[in-house]
Each structure stands twice: as C-alpha cells, then as structure tokens.
C-alpha cells in the first residue's frame, strides 16, 4: 500500500483501497472466483500426489 510493495488480493475487498487510490490495479487480469490453485516444488512424490488427489476430492464434495 502508499508504493510499499506488491500484493495479490480480492477486488471486493481491496475496493476501498482500490477507490481511495491506495492501491492500484497495474493489470487487468483476475482469477474466476471460486478458483484453487495448488503450488508446490516441481516433485513428483507419492505423498505430494496423495494429498492433491484428497484435497481434489474434497473440493468436489
């Protein structure tokens, strides 16, 4: 906030802010809401599998 740095966050909640000119927009690009991401280091363990495969799941219930 005030050119202290970079964030990702909501529009709905960063709508004071974003009115106030406390924050700005710099592209006009956004994910759909209701969107998960899962990062991770590039591997390919079966425990980092297992866990996306539940939380999958999860999400799908």
């Known amino acids: 906030m005030n050119g202290h740095g970079i964030a990702l966050g909501d529009d709905l909640l960063a709508a004071d802010d974003l009115k106030a ?3 700005i927009k710099p592209f006009d690009k956004a994910a759909p809401c209701g969107t998960y991401w899962l990062l ?3 591997s ?3 425990a980092r599998r297992m866990f ?5 799941e999860q999400l799908s219930l």
Request: a positive charge; hydrophobic letters at 45%; charged letters at 35%.
């Open 21 to 23: 000119g406390r924050l």
């Open 40 to 42: 991770g280091a590039a």
């Open 44 to 46: 390919r363990s079966r």
């Open 52 to 56: 996306r495969d539940w939380l999958v």
